[in-house]
DNA sequence: GCGTCCAGGTCTACC
DNA sequence: GGTAGACCTGGACGC
């Protein structure tokens, strides 16, 4: 589908804000769809508003002190006036340009394992997502997978039943939308995304969704206990999926992240992580706070230089 | 080449 | 309220 440059936005962030690592993380995690392009600082992504197909060009325009995002936003028909204010909303929220980290830093400051961290990656603010159910779908393939079979759904998933749009001369694919994942049969989502046992949940969420459920901005105003409750409420959501798509990130550990913070809080690895995780999570909010979310995002992008630091290398897990 | 194990969780049944 | 056991699938591993 072809898209057409609708209209263009700057947005100014809370200093310091890095748009380069924010949206390209240096372990490698893309914003809103693996298939975004990043180029010399510019980044053509995608998303959906109102069942509508988005592309997204976005650049910095200022600096990590005086910082600034440039959006162009491309669309198939006409957006009005209040649209346009709910995107640049939408932008907001999940680009986190209003968050000011002044808070976390300090906190990091009088922090052993923050202290090197945050350093290496100043002016990094974690994103939200621009739409849920992509984060539902990467919540779900993430489940009982090693990330080579989380990538092999997630790419099929893409491949056979996502979209895919032109804008800017650049073409990026994008997620399926819940009307045509409840469209599925469970047998056809097994075979043609080898989903195995995700299958039924993902459908179930789909229906969920179309018929009626609160928008990421939507729970974004809300208490973020109920906002979770919310999203706990969904067929094969639990605990772990649910931090991962929580507006603000909360202490999503897996068997992977737990053993990187059972070495970090620790200094061993856990005998059995899913175990460990209860007590991860205890020592994680006694330590940081409100701030969890923000020292997991550090930690799991400065694996590399962290395990200089301690003597363990980190990355091997 | 073949069998076994288990992974970046969640739900259910049972106590 | 706590906890085994089942769940698709395919890559890794041992033989």
């Known amino acids: 589908m ?6 263009s936005v700057v947005i100014d962030a809370v200093p310091p804000y890095s748009f380069e690592l924010s949206l390209r993380k240096p372990a490698g995690w893309w914003w809103s769809t693996p ?12 998303t959906r508003f109102n069942k509508e197909l988005l592309g997204l060009k976005l650049c910095s325009t200022g600096t990590k002190e005086k910082p600034q995002v440039h959006c162009t936003i491309y669309s198939k028909n ?23 980290l002044t808070g976390f830093y300090e906190l990091s400051k009088k922090d052993d394992i923050m202290r090197g961290v945050v350093e290496d990656l100043f002016g990094m603010h974690t994103v939200g997502w621009p739409e849920l159910f992509p984060a539902l779908i990467l919540a779900v393939t993430l489940q009982m997978a090693p990330m080579k079979r989380s990538n ?22 994008y997620w399926p939308s819940t009307e045509t994942i409840a469209s599925k049969s469970t047998q056809e989502l097994m ?6 046992y995700r299958a039924k949940n993902l459908i179930d969420i789909a229906k969920t969704l179309n018929q009626g459920f609160p928008t990421l901005d939507e729970l974004s105003s809300l208490d973020p206990q109920e906002a979770k409750q919310k999203i706990l409420s969904l067929q094969g959501i639990g605990p772990y999926s649910a931090e991962l798509v929580m507006p603000r990130m909360e202490f999503p550990l897996d068997t992977w992240s737990a053993k990187i913070f059972n070495v970090l809080f620790f200094g061993i690895e856990p005998q059995k992580p899913r ?8 020592v994680a909010e ?3 706070g409100n701030w969890r979310g923000y020292a997991f995002v550090y930690v799991l992008n400065d694996l590399t230089k962290l395990s200089e630091r301690i003597g363990f290398d980190l990355t091997k897990f």
């Open 2 to 7: 072809k898209l057409k440059e609708s209209y």
């Open 286 to 288: 006694e330590r940081w």
């Open 78 to 100: 006409k957006i009005g006036n209040s649209e346009k204010q709910n995107i640049v909303r939408m932008l907001q929220r999940s680009l986190k340009t209003k968050e000011n």
């Open 191 to 196: 075979t043609e995304a080898k989903l195995g």
């Open 275 to 282: 175990d460990a995780v209860p007590a991860l999570k205890k």
């Open 152 to 173: 092999q759904m997630m790419d099929l998933l893409m491949a056979k039943f996502g979209e895919q749009i032109n804008f800017n001369g650049k073409t990026v694919r």
């Open 35 to 46: 298939e975004e392009i990043f180029e010399n600082g510019v980044c053509w992504s995608a």
